[in-house]
């Protein structure tokens, strides 16, 4: 299965007066209708709708279409009817400037501070008034479906391309990983073997006395804990291990990005317990740049569906 960015991209169009099979039931005038679907991150799906008061009677219809085909992100639906005529601007009749002159001053009345209507305003209602009311529900559902399919397309491309992104930082870290563990039984040894010569030293100062057998195996016994302490072989092979899940997670597909972004975390944790353990110079580089490896990969985790 294919890996689904959360967020694209899509729109689409009627022709004029809608599809040609009921051109005749249509209003004389043309009119088109457009529908744009946007959608970005969420930890949820979030719908959003905003349709013209001819449409509101379809949100239903375009919920279940959305929710039949979406998991996750916030996804916002914007449809519009616009007329297409090129017969240029129109003079209101007589009749409706008279109608709106009363209307307007019957709402002065009631709200002496609201503002009178501009030219633009009453033009931009006269052609609302002669503008087609035709039912656009079958087109709208069409269309709808339509976007939905290109905004998909769009979607499984931007999830193509973290997929590709997301298995270029796994290799990386397992590089990474590859790099810190031959350091580990030497850094273990070494601190060891640093631990039991200061306490060889702590013990010369005082005055040549013969060190106890049971100081020595105290000695022995606090390097070894330290040395337990500051050995990050466990913390590598569970970082090896959510790095084989991300990559079975990304490579099968569908809805990962829940599961993605947990592991994501424990990576987090793996790469910060590495870095405060760290007692060489060299392990602490690997530790930082696993570090920004896996805040880039939490970045990109959040897109995916």
Known sequence: MPVYSMTGYASGQSGPSGSPADAETRPAASA??????????SRFLDLTFKLPEELRQ??????ELLTAQLKRGKVELRASIEGTSTAGIGDPSPKLLQR????????????PGARELSVAEVLRLAAGDSAPRGDFGADLVEVAEKALKALLSAREREGARLARMLLDHLSQLRKLAAQA??????LVEQQRNRFLERWQEAMGLGGGAVVPESA???????????AIRIDVA????????????????????????KRLDFL???LHREANTLGSKSATLELTRIGVDMKVLVEQMREQVQNIE
């Open 32 to 41: 088109r209708l457009g529908v744009e679907i946007r959608s970005v991150n």
């Open 58 to 63: 379809h949100e239903p219809a375009l919920r």
């Open 100 to 111: 709106l002159n009363g209307a307007q001053d019957s709402i002065k009345a009631w709200l």
């Open 181 to 186: 563990l031959p350091l580990v039984p030497q």
């Open 216 to 226: 020595q195996d105290r000695a022995l016994s606090e390097a070894t804990a330290f």
């Open 234 to 257: 466990e913390e590598l092979t569970r970082l090896d291990s959510h790095l084989d899940e991300i990559e079975w997670l990304v490579k099968k597909g569908g809805e990962i990005g």
């Open 264 to 266: 994501i975390q424990e």
